[in-house]
């Protein structure tokens, strides 16, 4: 059993005013994002399926076509190579699980 305390783990911040912590399992990736009002993730996709929970503040997301603003305590699932971007409207965490593993975040 690995045991983590996220509160005694560096971030590392990948783009701009996009703060995370992962921790990496077998075949899943967790990411704990701390995210600063304003900054934007460009349109990506990847290989991986994702599902994204607001755990705090708003976050404005588009998938495919569709945007949508999210809030504490909502839920979204990304298919695998399904193009999708955002922007934080507030201070946001998000919490990320990706299957299988991101290895380049290793």
Known sequence: MKIYHLNEMNSRQ???????KFIHSENLTLADWYI????ALP???HQQEQLMQVV??????QLGDETTTLSAGMVVVIPSMEPHAGKA?????????FYPVREEYR
């Open 43 to 45: 349109m990506h996709s």
């Open 89 to 97: 409207i507030s201070d946001c965490r998000l919490v990320d699980v």
């Open 14 to 20: 990948l783009i701009p005013g996009f703060h995370v």
């Open 56 to 61: 705090s503040g708003t976050f404005e997301f």
């Open 36 to 39: 600063e009002a304003g900054s």
